[in-house]
């Protein structure tokens, strides 16, 4: 037990402290000497304060052993004690934050990953090692004389430990809002490296890797889905979507598009592009199986090119799509792709215009067969045969001849295109 003289001597010399003392410090005057003697007294046995905290929270929490933080956990009770301890004696050091060793303590475990559940467990418990350790000091130095007083006093000693534990909290999670954000700006710039083409350099590619957390070689998907200008998300959820099935993923919202980076590993092509069906609601595009993440830039192009094959929302694969990924890639080539295939057919009446063209269009997917063409356009054979020849002759084109029922395969999809983008 501490002397009798020497505990009076620590309470005198705050007697006139109690309205200057931590703000929102209003109590009894019994209540406020009992936190003042009890405070220091804790303040002599901060090392046995902080082993017995060290143990519980070893007990209830093997999160710290297992990544062996033991001795920084012991030193970070030690401090929050200490604090907690002068807090309650109301000796908190002039000029001194009184949360300050709380703000660091959530700062450092989320720079270490460790749960907020966790601390906050660790937290509670520290509340409980000081409350605990008032009582008996009260009873075990003091013989029981500050028990009732210490009573009154209770309210107060919690709301400074939710207080110590909202400032934890707060900092803990602007450290982590930090940490995303860095970590985010970090993959971001590995992104546009690897669009540039600097998977080719091995050192990038291997930080690449790390930074996604996905595996430098493999086969690989590219998703590429245009921003559109309402703002609207093109697609919803894709990494929620494929992770049922196993698959890892990488998304990242840029200014123009949303990229995703598939790892395919040994799965079929076919299981991702059904999860991701789903998720499009607006225009995504799928490039073709690429090798590892070094590739990812010619990825990128194949993607960015099947997302332009689409006037609408839906997915396009690209080796699905390839007639039309040769138009969207050569904008300069499709005026006179047109021109060259359809000819006059253009310059017809509207109704008439768009009357041959959805004939040629079925004409073409019948391959050039009128009695096919006149079933699907619920049209007499003879009604499909007569509209072929004016097609015939305003174009200049034969629908029999292999090379004209290209051109004019290509001049029908860029017209309709073109149509649709209008």
């Not at 130095?141 to 309210?155: I, P, Q, T, V, Y």
């Not at 041959?356 to 079925?362: A, F, R, V």
């Not at 004209?404 to 295109?417: E, I, K, N, P, Q």
């Amino acid at each position: 037990m501490v002397p009798s003289g020497r505990g009076d001597a620590a309470v005198g010399s705050d007697a006139g402290r109690t309205e200057e003392g931590r703000p929102g410090r209003r109590l009894p005057p019994a209540a406020d000497e009992a936190l003042r003697v009890l405070g220091a007294a804790l303040l002599q046995d901060l090392d046995g304060l902080a082993d017995r905290l060290t143990v519980l929270v070893l007990q209830r929490e093997p999160l710290y052993a297992e990544r062996e933080m033991v001795e920084e956990l012991r030193a970070a009770c030690r401090r929050n004690m200490e604090r907690g301890a002068q807090v309650v004696a109301d000796r908190v050091p002039g000029g001194v934050d009184p949360e300050d060793t709380s703000r660091e303590t959530g700062r450092r475990r989320a720079r270490q990953g460790v749960p907020l559940e966790v601390v906050l467990r660790a937290y509670r418990l520290g509340g409980r090692v000081m409350w605990e350790a008032l009582l008996s000091a009260s009873r075990d130095r003091f013989a029981g004389r500050h028990d009732e007083a210490l009573l009154d006093a209770a309210s107060y000693v919690w709301r400074v430990n939710d207080g110590s534990s909202s400032a934890l909290v707060q900092a803990y999670r602007l450290e982590e809002l930090r940490m995303q954000s860095h970590d985010l700006g970090r993959r971001h710039a590995v992104l546009d490296g690897l669009i540039e083409g600097r998977g080719g350099d091995p050192a990038f590619l291997r930080d690449a890797a790390s930074v996604l957390g996905l595996p430098e070689a493999g086969a690989v998907l590219c998703v590429v889905a245009p921003v559109d200008p309402s703002g609207a998300d093109p697609l919803r959820a894709p990494q929620e979507a494929l992770a049922p099935h196993g698959v890892g993923s990488a998304w990242f919202v840029r200014p123009r598009d949303e990229v995703g980076i598939v790892a395919l590993g040994h799965r079929d092509p076919q299981v991702v592009l059904d999860a991701l069906r789903r998720c499009a609601v607006g225009r995504v595009g799928v490039s073709p199986a690429v090798e590892g993440l070094g590739a990812l830039d010619t990825g990128y192009r194949l993607a960015h090119t099947a997302a332009r094959t689409l006037a609408g929302p839906g997915l396009a694969v690209l080796d699905e799509r390839l007639p039309e990924a040769l138009l969207a890639d050569s904008p300069e080539l499709t005026p006179r792709l047109v021109r060259g295939a359809l000819g006059g057919l253009l310059e017809l009446p509207p109704a008439d215009r768009d009357t041959l063209l959805d004939t040629l269009e079925q004409l073409l997917a019948a391959g050039g067969s009128p009695t096919h063409a006149a079933a699907a356009l619920f049209c007499h054979r003879n009604t499909v045969i007569y509209r072929m020849r004016r097609i015939e002759a305003v174009t200049g084109r034969s629908v029999a001849d292999p090379r004209d029922r290209l051109l004019l395969t290509l001049g029908v999809m860029a017209a309709r295109g073109e149509r649709q983008g209008e």
